[in-house]
């Protein structure tokens, strides 16, 4: 038996007046998707457990089945493991954004703007990185290049107890209001206001801003965490796996499962992103391994956009790209099993994670279902005879052991 699992980061919505009150979903021209659900079992399961920050890490985790409640150590820790970075046991390590802040004239006040300072070339985040470690870096605190707007920063010996907010669930409103707080948050505002005296006047900043682009003019520390311990999946499951991947803190829940990260060219976590690339990757891998993972980030980063064309294009672009190639290529497969899903829901009108439980379905090659009008979509969730976890880690053990 072969299993895909294919992830539309964040495409769960919410209604859009501007789409006569459906959903991106809803709205998008999914025929693959839809296919998919017209044959599956469908279900509803909560990969946020409550009281948990509604991250992607935290769902994917759950997804990976693992229990968020028992492995959750962070977010940055995993980005860590993405890109090369190892861990002591002491080791504090936060998540570090290159963002776009808004000042008054007299710069008492500052927004967020943009969590990603337009998406910034890993090129030109590589040189501001750098030189944020030359000038703020000691013999505790260090910086780490990441890919686009998501970097590190590693504190020796340092404090993970601290309340630390996501930039992105913070756009457009005050950062005052969103300061880290607790013991040790003197350091961190610090580090952030002195890296805007870096950044501001930085010549990439002044070229980005010249060619209509949104600076990196500060950094924001959040997503704070330690090296976890978890299994492998392996151990878990008795299967070998692999993960393809835009998004570090993915790979690297990859890399602590003991999976193969597939490295496609040209993606890029973002609508221009090689979705082809990915599916064609893990077609080719599925040959050699059991499971693969396949993780698509664009519909999540239009939802925290707040652009609704680019949350249906997106998912358009998914389905047909991604879907349509993996459906197409699990032909040469005698058995298999296809789990479609979001990790969340990242509606527009808010632009941030919720919590709330989100649609799967599991197409069996063996076990074909009928079921009538079904499209994959938010409706799924109002459907009779579903299969509901509440624990979303418990999907995984479902999707393998069919229990």
Not at 378 to 388: C, G, P
Request: hydrophobic share 35%; net charge positive.
């Amino acid at each position: 038996m072969k299993y895909v699992v294919i992830i539309g980061d964040g495409m769960a919505d919410h209604p859009i007046r501007e789409l006569k009150g459906l959903t991106p979903l809803q709205s998008a021209f999914t025929p693959n998707m839809d296919r998919l659900a017209a044959g599956s079992i469908l279900g509803m399961v909560r990969t946020i457990p409550k009281g948990m920050p509604p991250g992607s890490d935290v769902a994917n985790l759950s997804i990976l089945g693992y229990d968020p409640a028992k492995f959750y150590s962070g977010r940055a820790p995993l980005e860590a493991a993405s890109i090369g970075v190892s861990l002591k046991k002491d080791d504090a390590v936060y998540r570090c954004n290159l963002v776009t802040l808004k000042y008054n004239r007299v710069k008492t006040r500052a927004l967020m703007e943009d969590h990603s300072s337009g998406h910034i070339s890993t090129k030109e985040a590589d040189v501001l990185i750098k030189d944020i470690n030359k000038n703020l870096g000691t013999d505790k605190i260090k910086f780490y290049t990441g890919v686009s707007y998501r970097h590190l920063m590693i504190w020796s010996k340092g404090i993970t107890e601290l309340e630390c907010v996501p930039p992105h669930d913070i756009l457009g409103k005050d950062i005052a209001d969103y300061q880290p707080v607790g013991n040790g948050d003197d350091l961190l505002r610090q580090l952030m206001i002195d890296s805007v005296d870096i950044l501001e006047n930085h010549p990439i900043n002044k070229k980005r801003i010249k060619q209509g682009k949104n600076p990196a003019n500060s950094i924001w520390l959040w997503g704070q965490g330690r090296r976890p311990k978890i299994p492998t999946f392996k151990e878990k499951y008795s299967l070998k796996g692999s993960l393809v991947s835009a998004v570090d803190l993915t790979k690297g829940l990859g890399i602590y499962a003991g999976f193969e990260i597939l490295k496609v060219p040209g993606i890029t976590g973002y609508l221009d992103t090689n979705y082809k690339g990915k599916a064609d990757a893990a077609l080719k891998s599925l040959k050699k391994v059991d499971l693969v993972y396949v993780h698509v980030e664009a519909p999540d980063e239009a939802g925290h956009s707040g652009k609704y064309k680019d949350k249906v294009k997106a998912i358009e672009d998914f389905d047909k790209l991604v879907v349509g190639t993996i459906i197409k290529g699990m032909k040469n497969f005698e058995e298999y099993k296809i789990l479609l899903m979001p990790d969340h829901a990242t509606p527009i009108e808010i632009r941030t994670h919720t919590d709330e439980p989100i649609p799967f379905v599991i197409f069996d090659s063996k076990k074909k279902r009928v079921n009538a009008n079904a499209g994959f979509n938010e409706d799924i969730l109002k459907r009779k005879n579903l299969v509901v976890f509440e624990k979303g880690y418990k999907l995984m053990d479902f999707l393998i052991k069919g229990k």
